[in-house]
């Protein structure tokens, strides 16, 4: 291979390994990416949260009622026991038992409303559960496929490696700090193809004089205008 079909392999290899290094770069954040994921399961373990508080209210209710249904009992014990005969005190137990009826009716009601919101709450929960393991099962699968991705960009560039070392091996030093500088300054493509009469890469019409020197092949011929090492 003379230098400049050299120079034309060497630059297809490095224009790989840069496609490979952004691909890597896509690889390796999707795969630190859990955002999504992260918010589905902040999202269900809130619905637990807001369920054990739920239920907690409720068995401190049941607790009062219970509470309530003892002292009702005791109530109507003194009143029907028969000891109590003063008119003025039968009234009061009366009125007693009144009022805490009244307030076992309403933790009952407050009981009702409550179950409600937990059997709301529950189902709002099985949803969250369903959408976390929906995301959970695609980032997963996208994970696998992050990695997998990065195992095959492993050998790809192990090869171009290999295959640039190669090439590098068989180009003068000052060939190699030529072509590397331009690599560096134009983008990343050091070597433009001569098309027609024209440089590819800045469009500039070459000098007829350039024009030949460049189809014979044999030396770095450099456009006038972008300064790239022109190829037929
Ligand atoms: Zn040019």
């Known amino acids: ?33 859990a955002a999504e994921l992260d918010a589905a399961r902040a999202a269900r373990a809130q619905s637990d949260t807001n369920i054990s508080a739920l239920q907690a209210q409720l068995r401190s ?28 005190e039968l009234a009061g137990l009366n009125q007693d038992e009144k009022m ?12 009702l409303a409550l179950m409600e919101q937990i059997e709301a709450e529950d189902h709002h929960a099985a949803e969250r559960r369903a959408t976390f393991e929906k995301i959970s099962g ?21 090869e171009l490696a290999r295959k640039r070392d190669a090439l590098r091996a068989q180009l003068d030093a000052n060939t190699l700090r030529v072509y590397d500088h331009l690599r560096a300054t134009k983008k990343g493509r050091a070597v433009a ?36 090492i022109l190829t037929p």
């Open 61 to 88: 209710l049941e607790l009062e009622a219970q509470g309530l249904t003892e002292k009702i009992k005791e109530v109507n014990e003194r009143l029907y026991s028969g000891r109590i005969t003063n008119a003025k």
């Open 100 to 111: 805490l009826e009244r307030r076992k009716s309403e933790l009952e009601d407050r009981e």
């Open 138 to 158: 695609q980032t997963t699968w996208r994970h696998d496929h992050d990695r997998a991705t990065l195992n095959q960009l492993d050998a790809s560039d192990a």
């Open 193 to 228: 193809l001569l098309k027609n009469t024209s440089c590819s890469a800045c469009g500039y019409a070459v000098p007829s004089g350039l024009v030949s020197r460049v189809k014979v092949g044999s030396e770095l011929v450099f456009c006038t205008n972008c300064e790239r």
């Open 1 to 33: 291979m003379n230098v400049i079909t050299l120079l034309v392999e060497l630059q297809n290899m490095d224009m790989r390994s840069d496609e490979n290094a952004a691909a890597r770069a896509r690889a390796e954040k999707s795969l630190a990416d």
